[in-house]
């Protein structure tokens, strides 16, 4: 007896690739249309519409919703639940979990009373150390990455950020 169910003729090929774009959906659905009309005000005049406060969330929000449409679509269209490609999460050692969520906590915690770069060095300086780079220079960019990024923040999109505690 044959059943009329083929492998070829699903709808969905990789239900992970399926779900996590939906995830993302919701949440970048949830973004654009509720939180940053909601919750982010904008100013009465405005010179130019990228010195709105809504400008990067409306930025990120849209490739969010277009990504996610992007990965339901390669979901729905290519099988990718067979072959090891390298997407697979397997699971690290806790230590390296802790190590990445103390970071997030020093980061978080330290921002307002150190500063976005002294906070941005500490918690990039315990990322390198949870996955264990071999090269001493890489360790540079612990500085580098911090101050490069306070600077764009700071002089190119004009966001305010406390940069140093003095």
Known sequence: MTTSFNKRGRMIRDPGDVLSGCVLLVAS???????????????PILQNPMMSPR??????GGLMLGFSLLLIVQGL??????????RRIGKGPKLRFAMMVVAL?????????????????LATLILFAAHPVRTWWVYSLAVVFPV????IFVKVMNVPLPLMPF
């Open 29 to 43: 659905a949830f973004l654009l249309f509720y939180l940053v009309p909601n919750h982010i005000s904008e100013p």
């Open 55 to 60: 400008w990067l969330p409306r930025i990120v």
């Open 77 to 86: 269209l290519v099988d990718n639940t067979g072959k090891e490609d390298g």
């Open 105 to 121: 906590i020093v980061y978080v915690g330290l921002f307002e009373a150190l500063g976005a770069v002294i906070a941005g060095i």
């Open 148 to 151: 490069a990024v306070a600077y």
